[in-house]
T-cell receptor, first 114, second 111 residues
Framework: KAGVTQTPRYLIKTRGQQVTLSCSPI?????VSWYQQTPGQGLQFLFE???????NKGNFPGRFSGRQFSNSRSEMNVSTLELGDSALYLC?????????????FGQGTRLTVV | QQQVKQSPQSLIVQKGGISIINCAYE??????FPWYQQFPGKGPALLIA?????SEKKEGRFTISFNKSAKQFSLHIMDSQPGDSATYFC??????????FGKGTKLTVNP
């Protein structure tokens, strides 16, 4: 069974630009969660989607947004990029949500803001 | 406020030694405690997990010890190997809480 697919793997953007990252969950999984990973802060929760609805949101500014499509694929968008947004963005797929089912991670998208 | 506190931040162990990583939590609603292993360039992968109704769970060289009264749990890697060199994250979930992670421990096992 195919794993979690995140695209692109690497991105370089300029301050002020916006970026869209994509995540395709494991087939049959209805929940997608997004995390930001940085060396100093570890894995920080961004948001979780279940059946196209945002179910949880972390403490990130409104520049970070996401959505989930009817096929469970998810995208996250970061607008007006800042240098501090440079990080590994991880997507986790789970059957019903990380509150009660296992989370499987993709390899991440490495975003560098210059 | 960090819900799961992990220590140490980094750990260097000789091949064959025991690696021990500790985590502590505050939320008594947590009822599931997984550990994830992450290699460079990869996403975290579930390694082993425990529920609070048992005090220990062993899978091969990896053991989780759980102390409910102290609200602490730890990962022990016996006979550590260079291939175990990775970053390890403890996590917790329960009640209405989503999965939350510790900040990670970078383990280096020297040959």
């Amino acid at each position: 069974k195919a794993g979690v697919t995140q695209t692109p793997r690497y991105l370089i953007k300029t301050r002020g630009q916006q970026v869209t990252l994509s995540c395709s969950p494991i087939s049959g999984h209805r929940s997608v969660s997004w995390y930001q990973q940085t060396p100093g802060q570890g894995l920080q929760f961004l948001f979780e989607y279940f059946s196209e609805t945002q179910r949880n949101k972390g403490n990130f500014p409104g520049r970070f947004s996401g959505r989930q499509f009817s096929n469970s694929r998810s995208e996250m968008n970061v607008s007006t990029l800042e240098l501090g947004d440079s990080a590994l963005y991880l997507c986790a797929s789970s059957l019903l949500g990380t509150m009660n089912t296992e989370a499987f991670f993709g390899q991440g998208t490495r975003l560098t803001v210059v | 406020q960090q819900q799961v506190k992990q220590s140490p931040q980094s750990l260097i162990v000789q091949k064959g030694g025991i690696s021990i990583i500790n985590c502590a939590y505050e939320n008594t609603a947590f009822d599931y405690f997984p550990w994830y292993q992450q290699f460079p360039g990869k996403g975290p992968a579930l390694l082993i997990a425990i529920r609070p109704d048992v005090s220990e769970k062993k899978e091969g060289r990896f053991t989780i010890s759980f102390n409910k009264s102290a609200k602490q749990f730890s990962l022990h890697i016996m006979d550590s190997q260079p291939g175990d060199s990775a970053t390890y994250f403890c996590a917790a979930r329960g009640g209405s809480e989503k999965l939350v992670f510790g900040k990670g421990t970078k383990l280096t096992v020297n040959p």
